[in-house]
C-alpha cells in the first residue's frame, strides 16, 4: 500500500459513542467485528480514540491520565477504559493488520487530566491537582512537569482547559524528564511485542504546544502523522507543516469549510471550490474529511452530505471517512450505485494520478483524476442545482474512448448515460440535480 495512491482512513468513533451504541467497555471487541467489512470497501487504515485511562472511566480520552494504563490497572473507577482492555486494544490492532490495515494512535501530547493530589507551584503559589502517582509506575508527574516550570512559563497554549473547576495541566515539554516520558510513551504505543502495536499518530491539539515535538516524534518514527491544526486558513496550516518540515500531514480544515458551504448554503457558487483546501496546493499533505467527532457536535454538514463525500473520494490526499456518517447517518449505502461504498471502490480502483479541473460555473464542478499505473483516472461531476439536470462540454485525457458511470446520486437516480469522447478527448458529461457523476475510462 502506497498512501499517495490508496490510504483509506475510518474515523473509528464519535463523542460518548459507547453509551450511544451500548458498547461500554467493549468498543475494541466492535470495532474488531467490523474490519472484514471495511477491509472489502477498501479500508486501509483505522484512526481509534485516544486510549490511555483518564480520571473517570466514562472518558473519551482526551485528558490522559495514566498513559500506560491503556485497560489493565484498577485505578479511575475500574480495570479497562470505556472502550475495552488492553488485551483488546492489542488484539484489534493485530486484526487491523491481518487484514492490511495501519492504525493511528491519537496522541494528546499537550495536556493531561487532573492529577491525585494537589501541590503548590512554587513559581505562582498556586495549588493545583498536579501530583500523578499512577499505577502502571510509568511517567509519574508533578508540577515541575507543567507549565509554568523552571524550564518554561508557557508553550503556545498555556492551560489548555478546565474540568469540574480544575485546570487541565499542560505538559512542558521542555523539561527533559517530560521530553523523554513523552518519547517513551510513543514508543511503547508502536511497539508490536509489549506494547500496543500502532503504526502512526493522529496529534491532537497541535495549535497549543511548540511544534518541534511533532517534528522529533516523526522524524524518530518515520511513520504517517497528521495533526489536528484547527484553521479554516490554508496558510496557516501550511505554515505549520513547513515549520514540521513536511513530517506529516494536517486535517483539511479548510476544505471541509468549502464542502460544507456547498451542501448547506444553496447559493454557493461551485467556482469557489477549486483552489479552497490543501488538496489543491499540496495534497500529499492533506488528509480531508467531511466531519469529525468535534465538527459534527457544533458544525456538521447538515444536506446532501454525499455531494461531500464525492469530492474527497475522487481526488488527491488522504480521505477520511466518519464513522457516524457511515454507520449511524446512513450513507455507506451497499450494494447501491450511490453511497461511499462505491465511492471507496471507486477510489480504491481508479483513482490515481493528478487532478485538474475541466469545468465549473455556479452550480457545476467537474474535475479529472489523470490515472496513474493499474487506476486508469476517472472524471467527477458535482451539480448543486436542486431542479435539474446539468452537464457541460469538457476535453478528458481520453480520446476516442467511452466513459462509463460507475457511481452516483442524487435527487433523480436515473443512471447517467455513458459517453464517447472524439479525437480530441471532448465529450459533454451531466449529473443529476444536487447530485454527483463519476464516469471511468474503458
Same mark, same amino acid.
Given at each position: 500500500?502506497?498512501?499517495?495512491?490508496?490510504?483509506?482512513?475510518?474515523?473509528?468513533?464519535?463523542?460518548?459513542?459507547?453509551?450511544?451504541?451500548?458498547?461500554?467497555?467493549?468498543?475494541?471487541?466492535?470495532?474488531?467485528?467490523?474490519?472484514?467489512?471495511?477491509?472489502?470497501? @477498501?479500508?486501509?487504515?483505522?484512526?481509534?480514540?485516544?486510549?490511555?485511562?483518564?480520571?473517570?472511566?466514562?472518558?473519551?480520552?482526551?485528558?490522559?491520565?495514566?498513559?500506560?494504563?491503556?485497560?489493565?490497572?484498577?485505578?479511575?473507577?475500574?480495570?479497562?477504559?470505556?472502550?475495552?482492555?488492553?488485551?483488546?486494544?492489542?488484539?484489534?490492532?493485530?486484526?487491523?493488520?491481518?487484514?492490511?490495515?495501519?492504525?493511528?494512535?491519537?496522541?494528546?501530547?499537550?495536556?493531561?487530566?487532573?492529577?491525585?493530589?494537589?501541590?503548590?507551584?512554587?513559581?505562582?503559589?498556586?495549588?493545583?491537582?498536579?501530583?500523578?502517582?499512577?499505577?502502571?509506575?510509568?511517567?509519574?508527574?508533578?508540577?515541575?512537569?507543567?507549565?509554568?516550570?523552571?524550564?518554561?512559563?508557557?508553550?503556545?497554549?498555556?492551560?489548555?482547559?478546565?474540568?469540574?473547576?480544575?485546570?487541565?495541566?499542560?505538559?512542558?515539554?521542555?523539561?527533559?524528564?517530560? $521530553?523523554?516520558?513523552?518519547?517513551?510513551?510513543?514508543?511503547?504505543?508502536?511497539?508490536?511485542?509489549? @506494547?500496543?502495536?500502532?503504526?502512526?499518530?493522529?496529534?491532537?491539539?497541535?495549535?497549543?504546544?511548540?511544534?518541534?515535538?511533532?517534528?522529533?516524534?516523526?522524524?524518530?518514527?518515520?511513520?504517517?502523522?497528521?495533526?489536528?491544526?484547527?484553521?479554516?486558513?490554508?496558510?496557516?496550516?501550511?505554515?505549520?507543516?513547513?515549520?514540521?518540515?513536511?513530517?506529516?500531514?494536517?486535517?483539511?480544515?479548510?476544505?471541509? $469549510?468549502?464542502?460544507?458551504?456547498?451542501?448547506?448554503?444553496?447559493?454557493?457558487?461551485?467556482?469557489?471550490?477549486?483552489?479552497?483546501?490543501?488538496?489543491?496546493?499540496?495534497?500529499?499533505?492533506?488528509?480531508?474529511?467531511?466531519?469529525?467527532?468535534?465538527?459534527?457536535?457544533?458544525?456538521?454538514?447538515?444536506?446532501?452530505?454525499?455531494?461531500?463525500?464525492?469530492?474527497?473520494?475522487?481526488?488527491?490526499?488522504?480521505?477520511?471517512?466518519?464513522?457516524?456518517? $457511515?454507520?449511524?447517518?446512513?450513507?455507506?449505502?451497499?450494494?447501491?450505485? @450511490?453511497?461511499?461504498?462505491?465511492?471507496?471502490?471507486?477510489?480504491?480502483?481508479?483513482?490515481?494520478?493528478?487532478?485538474?479541473?475541466?469545468?465549473?460555473?455556479?452550480?457545476?464542478?467537474?474535475?479529472?483524476?489523470?490515472?496513474?499505473?493499474?487506476?486508469?483516472?476517472?472524471?467527477?461531476?458535482?451539480?448543486?442545482?436542486?431542479?435539474?439536470?446539468?452537464?457541460?462540454?469538457?476535453?478528458?485525457?481520453?480520446?476516442?474512448?467511452?466513459?462509463?458511470?460507475?457511481?452516483?446520486?442524487?435527487?433523480?437516480?436515473?443512471?447517467?448515460?455513458?459517453?464517447?469522447?472524439?479525437?480530441?478527448?471532448?465529450?459533454?458529461?451531466?449529473?443529476?440535480?444536487?447530485?454527483?457523476?463519476?464516469?471511468?475510462?474503458?
Amino acid at each position: 500500500m502506497t498512501r499517495r495512491t490508496a490510504m483509506r482512513l475510518m474515523q473509528t468513533f464519535y463523542w460518548d459513542c459507547p453509551r450511544a451504541e451500548g458498547k461500554e467497555g467493549q468498543w475494541w471487541k466492535h470495532l474488531q467485528a467490523t474490519l472484514p467489512a471495511l477491509a472489502k470497501i @477498501g479500508i486501509t487504515a483505522l484512526w481509534l480514540p485516544p486510549s490511555a485511562k483518564s480520571s473517570h472511566v466514562d472518558s473519551m480520552g482526551y485528558a490522559p491520565y495514566d498513559y500506560y494504563d491503556q485497560g489493565e490497572f484498577n485505578q479511575k473507577g475500574g480495570v479497562g477504559t470505556w472502550f475495552g482492555s488492553t488485551a483488546e486494544l492489542r488484539a484489534l490492532t493485530r486484526a487491523a493488520h491481518d487484514q492490511g490495515m495501519i492504525v493511528l494512535a491519537d496522541a494528546v501530547l499537550n495536556h493531561c487530566d487532573i492529577g491525585d493530589a494537589k501541590e503548590v507551584n512554587p513559581l505562582t503559589g498556586r495549588e493545583l491537582l498536579t501530583k500523578f502517582t499512577p499505577k502502571s509506575g510509568k511517567f509519574a508527574r508533578d508540577w515541575s512537569n507543567f507549565h509554568p516550570c523552571e524550564y518554561s512559563s508557557a508553550d503556545a497554549g498555556s492551560f489548555y482547559g478546565d474540568l469540574e473547576g480544575y485546570d487541565l495541566p499542560d505538559l512542558c515539554h521542555d523539561n527533559p524528564y517530560t $521530553y523523554l516520558g513523552v518519547m517513551e510513551y510513543i514508543r511503547y504505543l508502536k511497539d508490536r511485542q509489549q @506494547g500496543i502495536g500502532y503504526d502512526g499518530f493522529r496529534f491532537d491539539a497541535v495549535k497549543y504546544y511548540d511544534s518541534w515535538i511533532v517534528q522529533s516524534i516523526q522524524e524518530w518514527q518515520k511513520c504517517f502523522g497528521v495533526v489536528e491544526y484547527w484553521d479554516g486558513s490554508k496558510d496557516a496550516i501550511k505554515g505549520y507543516l513547513d515549520y514540521v518540515r513536511w513530517s506529516c500531514s494536517a486535517f483539511d480544515f479548510p476544505l471541509f $469549510y468549502a464542502l460544507r458551504e456547498m451542501c448547506d448554503n444553496p447559493h454557493y457558487d461551485m467556482r469557489r471550490l477549486w483552489g479552497s483546501g490543501l488538496i489543491y496546493d499540496v495534497p500529499m499533505h492533506s488528509v480531508t474529511f467531511c466531519d469529525n467527532h468535534d465538527t459534527d457536535r457544533s458544525q456538521p454538514i447538515v444536506n446532501d452530505k454525499l455531494l461531500a463525500y464525492a469530492i474527497i473520494l475522487t481526488h488527491e490526499g488522504v480521505p477520511c471517512i466518519y464513522w457516524r456518517d $457511515y454507520y449511524n447517518y446512513g450513507l455507506a449505502l451497499p450494494e447501491s450505485p @450511490g453511497g461511499i461504498d462505491n465511492l471507496c471502490r471507486i477510489h480504491r480502483d481508479h483513482a490515481g494520478g493528478a487532478t485538474s479541473l475541466l469545468y465549473s460555473d455556479e452550480r457545476l464542478y467537474i474535475a479529472q483524476r489523470h490515472g496513474y499505473q493499474s487506476q486508469k483516472g476517472l472524471v467527477v461531476v458535482v451539480n448543486t442545482d436542486p431542479m435539474a439536470w446539468r452537464g457541460a462540454w469538457v476535453q478528458t485525457r481520453w480520446p476516442n474512448n467511452s466513459l462509463t458511470c460507475a457511481a452516483w446520486w442524487g435527487r433523480d437516480t436515473s443512471q447517467p448515460y455513458g459517453q464517447h469522447t472524439d479525437g480530441g478527448g471532448w465529450t459533454q458529461l451531466f449529473a443529476p440535480p444536487r447530485g454527483y457523476a463519476v464516469y471511468l475510462p474503458g
